[in-house]
């Protein structure tokens, strides 16, 4: 049995706070079919809205016992907020997870930035919004490869942007790999890695037992499962690594 290395001190109970953590970027967007104006406890989504760029890391193994490794992108309300946001149309996912990455382009870490691609075709709502992430330099667009073919969907039309993430890992909410819960929804410190994969793609948690819990019963498979094979991947995608004291 691996060994479970406990790396957060955090009380499972906390009290939700609607300041945000300093070092996560917010931004405001202008989002389409959104009224201006300030908020009402009618009206609490008004614009200009503001956001934050989140991700989390899934780890599982597939059929053949390899390990699997996803990042999901999304904009979130960055605030305490009785949305909930899953099921709020400004819960965004950035990425396309569907299709493959364009011929010639590797999705991970460049420069200390995150890339990942980004179909607008097959995100309409989130097109309109890329534009502005650009524009406030949240992603930036990047030179497709060579050969660029929008792989994986019909070949019609001009293609696809390409984007990378333009801010530090630490500017980024993440999210809890047990319960789901993202950080800047609940208080002011970050999610603490895992001790033993924080090299690599790190699963972050709330606290103790939501680490305890994923270690034991964590889906789609449980981290004990999956860590060391995390650990033994070579390249170190993440930059920053926070972990509690
Ligand atoms: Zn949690
Ligand atoms: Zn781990």
Excluded at 17 to 35: G, M
Excluded at 224 to 243: L, M, N
Aim: glycine share 6%; hydrophobic share 30%.
């Amino acid at each position: 049995m691996d060994e479970l290395q406990i790396t957060s001190n955090r009380k499972k109970a906390r009290k939700p706070t609607t300041s945000k953590p300093t070092d996560i970027r917010a931004f405001e967007l202008t989002v389409p079919h959104l009224p201006a104006g300030p908020t009402s406890s009618g009206q609490p989504l008004r614009n200009p809205l503001p956001l934050a760029l989140s991700f989390e890391v899934i780890q599982y193994l597939d059929l053949e016992n390899s390990i699997e490794l996803q990042t999901h992108y999304y904009l979130i309300l960055p605030e305490e907020s009785d949305l909930d946001p899953e099921l709020n149309p400004l819960f965004l996912k950035l990425d396309a997870e569907d299709a493959p990455p364009p011929t010639g382009f590797e999705v991970g870490l460049k420069e200390g930035k995150h890339e990942f691609w980004f179909d607008t075709r097959t995100h309409q709502d989130a097109a309109v919004l890329l534009e502005q992430l650009v524009e406030k330099k949240i992603l930036e667009k990047v030179d497709p490869p060579q050969h660029h073919t929008p792989a994986g969907y019909d070949g019609l039309g001009e293609g696809y942007p390409l984007v990378r993430v333009a801010i530090q890992e630490k500017e980024m909410a993440k999210r809890c790999g047990y319960d789901g819960i993202w950080e800047q929804r609940t208080d002011q410190e970050r999610l603490a890695v895992c001790g033993g994969c924080k090299l690599a793609w790190p699963i972050r948690f709330c606290d103790e037992d939501c680490q305890v819990m994923s270690w034991k019963k964590g889906q789609p498979t449980p981290h004990r499962k999956t860590c060391k094979k995390v650990k033994a991947i070579e390249k170190a995608p993440i930059d920053e690594v926070t972990t509690k004291a």
